[in-house]
């Protein structure tokens, strides 16, 4: 039974496509991110959203569009995609704002492949 | 500018003995202090929490704190070549009166020589 679920776990697309991630979470946590690893493997920060409302939104081009329809839900969509998106992209949850007391449980991850 | 430093190595111990992992960071008001073990393709797994200065030990893992100095410490005895991986410090910055979420440092490989 998987906390925090992701799907897909790959995606390969062209350039200027617009594609979506989803992240579903059971553990009943009110906060719920999505973070982008890089080739490097260092975890940024994208957005963070407590009970459905956007908390983080840290910068990032306005052609990513989080959504939360409702506190297990937090769903990534991407417009026109470009070559410097490819990446893996991690959803967590939390139980509280900035996983302040447990940490946050992750996700699988979803490899974005660009070409 | 929130940042998390880290030794991206790779590190490599000697199976059985001590490896240690150091972090800084730059936020003096940080509160909470964690250690992910990342294996390659895998997800970063939770495996120590710290809060208050000193040492805080889990089986084979002791993490350390200093706030003062704004450095955090994972140590792991008795490696094992399973411990090899890559070991993401992070770090819970506020910001006024709202929580920032983690910041991760870029994470130090560590290698276990069998």
């Known amino acids: 039974d998987t906390a925090v679920s992701q799907t897909p776990k790959y995606l390969v697309t062209q350039m200027g496509n617009d594609k979506s991630i989803k992240c579903e979470q059971n553990?009943?946590?009110?906060?719920m991110y999505w973070y982008k690893q890089d080739s490097k493997k260092f975890l940024k920060i994208m957005f963070s959203y407590n009970n459905k409302e956007l908390i983080i939104n840290e910068t990032v081009p306005n052609r990513f569009s989080p959504k939360s329809p409702d506190k297990a839900h937090l769903n990534l969509h991407i417009n026109s995609l470009e070559l410097g998106d490819s990446a893996v992209y991690f959803c967590?949850?939390?139980?509280?704002?900035?996983?302040?007391?447990?940490?946050?449980?992750f996700g699988s991850g979803t490899r974005l492949t660009v070409v | 500018q929130k940042e998390v430093e880290q030794n991206s190595g790779p590190l490599s111990v000697p199976e059985g003995a001590i490896a240690s992992l150091n972090c800084t960071y730059s936020?003096?008001?940080?509160?909470?202090f964690f250690w992910y073990r990342q294996y390659s393709g895998k997800s970063p797994e939770l495996i120590m929490s710290i809060y208050s200065n000193g040492d805080k030990e889990d089986g084979r893992f002791t993490a350390q704190l200093n706030k003062a100095s704004q450095y955090v410490s994972l140590l792991i005895r008795d490696s094992q070549p399973s411990d090899s991986a890559t070991y993401l410090c992070a770090v819970n910055m506020y910001s006024g009166g709202g929580a920032d979420g983690l910041t991760f440092g870029k994470g130090t490989h560590l290698i276990i020589q069998p």
């Open positions: 936020d003096r008001g940080s509160q909470s």
């Open positions: 553990l009943g946590h009110d906060t």
């Open positions: 967590a949850s939390s139980q509280g704002l900035g996983g302040a007391s447990y940490g946050y449980t």
